[in-house]
């Protein structure tokens, strides 16, 4: 939608550059400007629901939940009451307000890191020439397919604290004993890395498999004659051209580490994320402080926290690879450009 | 995330936002429903919701006091809806009640919440002193009544059951380590907690290390119980950091598990169900609606391998109980609390307790009920065990924030148990938690 058209002068009426016909040269001004009043309108008019219903189920909630942040305000008793910033201040001396920063981050960075590797490994096989390419391209998909809870519950009891649990039973077998894994503070993480990656890798190879498919082959040919590898292919080729996918998927993946939820709620059965808080990510804690507590206005103050760093996280991802682009790829994108344009020509 | 590329329109949706914020912020409780309730039109048809957790309905279903009262009474039909867990119940009850919307005719409310109820929802439930049913609240302890009572002496709720507690346990894994599994030779063993502890040490001992309770949790659980305060004092100021009550039973939990007496299993996880079957621990401290738990998680296959103990030296504890409630808004006001009165009645209570249902809040049907034996817990006579311990339970001050401090204290010892942390350290962790969180 063009943003800045109903701030300037209306543009030539649509039919002013006709010739006068019988009808008097103002009426026709009149109408045609009507014409293009309606004209002009018509994309805001089509656009309309959808910022109505974002006004109401998006925008609105924000705004509310920024105004929350300002009250005393608990879950079935009283009515809210204005306390100025006191939240934000009771909120940054938290200390399991740093707690729960510092495990997003970590969750974040062991379950982000090993899935956008594997996922591009996976990307890279995929694209080969296989047999039965089409049933692999479907189950990768097939963990993203499944529901998160189903999953969860699931990958609890693999990771049991019992030395009946699956994953202790496969660690008997190489001689490592029994890990009690939802107390402890680096098993428990892993656990939920693990959930968090068997869900998303198959999604992200699934993009990065339509990125490199946009990769000119020609660029592959011209490697190959160089006297280039599979690898270096991979690492020269495909790499660099899915730059903007990867960026893409860094994006997702940020937004979706920090606003981790269902895995560490259903493996510990509850928002306090392990006795030590070992895995209390920031939404854990604010359904905690919300829901559990019942304290609304803190669990509000958390929830503008959060959007203000997903914001700022995404922000320093997009930053950083826009960085690395502009070093590194610039003569690679030219070159493909060259390449590309010469196939049109030809 | 939302990005915008017109301004204008930002500001226009900013300003609806707004708007509607106005609008719900009026949306605030109504004081119509505040006076006296009269008695319901036998001839009008009324449909009476119910919205319920944890069996309680479910019960009342089993019982066949539902279908009994339909029939006693042709135009009311009952719906009601339930789920099992309180917290679960309690978000979505506690939601509607800060959008002013969507209660049903009849909502029960769990103890541990009574204090918040009683001191912050006043506006939104009926008050019981003035419906005609107010004679009933006379049957019920000062304790029931009085955690849901407010500053102005409203009653908000009609007690539904009570949690007495005892030990449960498993008389033939207690045979098999050569102690005695008869009830009344136990009990000369375990005259106080220390010889309840040393018992469990020769348990352990005799069974390779076998757990003698089932949770850390459960033990501090039945050991503050019994004091005469909790979290709070009479004046409702939390005083758990300093008083008798919190501290000891926190070290004396902790000190269980460091001497390995508790199987490190958190209460109502799928695997604590599991080791009610396969007798993975030996006791366990159980109210009097554990009972019915027991028996569902352990099977037929353990009818009689279970047996229940008084708490030693005559003490008594409560753990749970709840309330049934009806609001201030509902439009079958009248029928909806004739319908609270009969279920929480003498003989309705009673009638439950007898088919191994909740044990009865209401004292004329404990005094109804002396005599009810439990077969799958070896005849165990229940009926006494629990009216003793529920004479014995001292009437504890609730708190605001009981919830929420008993959760960290909870989490404190699971530190101790499954992390190894030392009991001051993780005391020290509670304490942390409990500012932060309450303060």
Redesign the interface.
């Known amino acids: ?1 063009a ?1 800045h058209a ?2 300037t002068t209306p543009a030539e009426p649509a039919g002013a550059g006709h010739p006068p016909t019988r009808t008097p040269p103002d009426e026709v001004a009149r109408r045609s400007r009507r014409e293009g009043r309606a004209y002009r309108r018509a994309p805001y008019v089509y656009i309309a629901p959808f ?1 109505l219903l ?3 189920f ?3 909630p ?3 939940t920024v ?1 929350i942040s300002f009250q005393e305000y ?7 009451e204005f306390v100025g910033w006191d939240n934000y201040v009771w909120l940054f001396g ?3 307000f740093y707690n729960s920063l510092w495990k997003t981050l970590t969750i974040g960075l062991i379950s982000t890191v090993p899935q956008l590797l594997m996922a591009l490994g996976l990307a890279h096989l995929l694209n080969m020439n296989m047999r039965v390419r089409a049933f692999f391209r479907v189950s990768m998909i097939v963990p993203y397919a499944t529901s998160l809870v189903a999953a969860t519950l699931v990958f609890a009891s693999i990771f ?3 030395p009946g649990g699956l994953m202790n039973v496969v660690l008997g077998m190489v001689g490592i004993d029994p890990i ?1 894994w939802t ?2 503070n680096w098993t428990a993480q892993i656990a939920i890395a693990t959930i968090v990656t068997w869900h998303w890798t198959g999604y992200n190879a699934l993009i990065y498999l339509a990125g490199m498919q946009s990769i000119p082959k020609d660029l592959y040919e011209a490697a190959s004659i160089d006297g280039a590898g599979r690898f270096r292919q991979f690492l020269h080729v495909t790499v660099p051209g899915l730059r903007p996918t990867i960026l893409f998927t860094i994006v997702l993946s940020t ?1 979706g580490a920090t606003q981790l939820f269902t895995e560490p709620f259903l493996f510990g ?2 928002a ?1 994320g392990g ?2 808080g070992q895995y209390q990510v920031l939404t854990l804690y604010m359904y905690n ?1 919300g ?6 206005g803190r669990a509000a103050a958390i929830a503008c926290v959060t959007l203000i760093i ?2 700022a996280l ?1 922000l320093l991802n997009t930053g950083l690879a826009f960085l690395r682009t502009r070093d590194k790829s610039q003569p690679l994108l030219r070159r493909r450009r060259g390449a590309s344009s010469k196939k049109v020509s030809r | ?2 990005r915008f ?5 930002v500001t226009a ?2 300003a ?3 708007t ?2 106005g609008l ?2 009026c949306g ?1 409780s109504s004081a119509d429903g505040a006076g006296p309730v009269g008695t319901a039109d036998p001839d009008e048809a009324v449909t009476i919701t119910v919205d319920s957790f944890g069996g309680i309905f479910a019960n009342y279903e089993k019982a066949g006091l539902l279908d009994q009262y339909q029939e006693e009474h042709p135009n009311v039909t009952i719906e009601y809806s339930e789920v099992q867990q309180e ?1 679960d119940y ?2 979505a ?3 509607k ?2 959008s002013g919307s969507g209660l049903a005719d009849i909502q029960p409310l769990e103890i541990s ?1 009574a204090a ?2 009683a ?3 006043q506006d939104v439930w009926t008050d019981m002193l003035q419906t005609p049913v107010a004679d009933q609240l006379e049957e019920e302890t000062d304790a029931a009544v009085g955690a849901v009572t407010t500053q102005d002496g409203a009653v908000l709720g009609l007690p539904t059951d009570a949690g007495p507690m005892a030990i449960c346990y498993r008389s033939d894994k207690l045979e098999e380590a050569g102690l005695p599994s008869d009830p009344a030779e136990l009990a000369q063993q375990i005259t106080d907690w220390d010889s309840y502890e040393s018992v469990g040490e020769q348990y352990a001992a005799a069974t390779d290390g076998a757990a003698w309770m089932d949770s850390v949790g459960g033990y501090y659980r039945v050991l503050t119980s019994v004091e005469p305060v909790r979290n709070y004092d009479e004046e409702g100021e939390p005083t758990w950091e300093s008083n008798d009550t919190v501290r000891p039973s926190f070290d004396r939990a902790a000190g269980a598990a460091e001497k390995g007496l508790t199987a ?1 299993l ?1 209460q109502f ?1 799928p ?1 604590w169900n599991t080791a009610m079957n396969t007798g993975d621990f030996a006791t366990i401290a159980c109210p009097a609606w554990m009972l019915g738990y027991i028996k569902q998680q352990a099977g037929d296959e353990n009818a009689g391998n279970w047996d229940v103990l008084p708490l030693p030296q005559q003490l008594g504890g409560n753990w749970g109980g709840s309330f049934l409630a009806v609001p201030q808004d509902s439009p079958n006001r009248e029928a909806a609390v004739e319908l609270a009165a009969f279920l929480t009645s003498a003989d309705a209570e009673a009638d439950e307790f007898r088919q191994g249902l909740a044990y009865p809040s209401n004292t004329a049907a404990q005094e109804q009920t002396l005599d009810v034996t439990d077969e799958y817990f070896n005849g165990a006579p229940i009926g006494e065990i629990f009216s003793t311990a529920a004479q014995a339970a001292p009437n504890q001050p609730l708190g605001v ?1 009981d ?2 401090i008993d ?1 960290a204290i909870g ?2 010892l ?2 101790v148990e ?2 190894g ?1 030392a009991p001051d350290e993780a005391w020290q ?1 509670a304490v ?2 409990i500012n ?3 303060g």
Do not use: C, K
């Open positions: 939608m943003a109903p701030t910022f974002f006004g109401a998006g925008l609105f924000l705004v509310y105004w608990r879950l079935g008793g009283g009515d809210p938290s200390p399991s049991a604290n019992t009690n107390n402890g937004i059965n509850g306090e006795a030590l402080i829901f559990e507590i019942g304290r609304l997903v914001i995404v | 995330m939302h590329r017109s301004r204008r329109a949706v900013a609806l936002g707004v509607s914020l719900a912020a605030g917290s309690w978000t009850l506690a939601t009640i800060n919440r918040l109820v001191s912050q929802q490190g958190s996880d695997a924030d919830g929420a959760q989490d404190a699971t530190a499954a992390n942390v962790l942390r938690t932060d969180t309450v």
